[in-house]
């Protein structure tokens, strides 16, 4: 892991499964959550689930993880499983991050407190490289003077940075 991997976020991870025009706006500080009422109902979610746990775990500035079990499972909330692709890979950074770091024998989870639903998670060797790929995609797509062309997906309506892209 070299220093300008270490700048890549665990939101900017999942960003980059999600959209690359939001990854570098997002980059670029044009930021569009704070009146986005999906954004709020995820943020008063993560207050309110699993309450008892200590939650938001910073590790260099670089990934928050919501909480770790004592039996060494990294949790993430999420509100629905809409994204779930791009989820799967932001706690697989997190795992990956953790072991370039020395910390082994984690295993991860998806909590949808909503849906009383889980998802494990589990980082394989196989997934290292993808990693290392998509972090060197991240530096691609950030480094560009501007966001790239738009892609229209079904998850376009809902996006804080709707308004953005299409007005």
């Not at 979610?45 to 039996?71: G, Q, R, T």
């Not at 990294?74 to 779930?84: G, P, Q, T, Y």
Request: net charge neutral; proline share 2%.
């Amino acid at each position: 892991m070299n220093d300008d991997e270490l700048r890549v976020t665990g939101l900017m991870f999942y960003y980059y499964w999600v959209c690359d025009r939001k990854l570098w706006y997002f980059y670029n500080s044009i930021c569009m959550e704070q009146n986005n009422d999906n954004v709020a109902l995820g943020k008063l979610l993560d207050e309110k689930a699993y309450a008892n746990e200590e939650k938001h775990i910073n590790i260099d500035n670089v990934i928050n993880i919501d909480f770790i079990e004592k039996e060494k499972v990294l949790h993430e909330i999420k509100k629905s499983r809409k994204i779930e692709e791009a989820s799967v890979w932001q706690v697989k950074y997190y795992l990956y991050y953790l072991k370039k770091k020395g910390v082994y024998g984690l295993s991860g989870r998806i909590d949808y407190p909503l849906l009383k639903q889980t998802k494990i998670v589990e980082l394989i060797d196989s997934d290292e490289r993808i990693i290392e790929e998509v972090l060197d995609n991240i530096q691609k797509i950030i480094s560009e003077p501007k966001p790239r062309n738009l892609c229209k997906k079904a998850i376009c309506k809902k996006c804080s940075y709707y308004d953005l892209c299409y007005i």
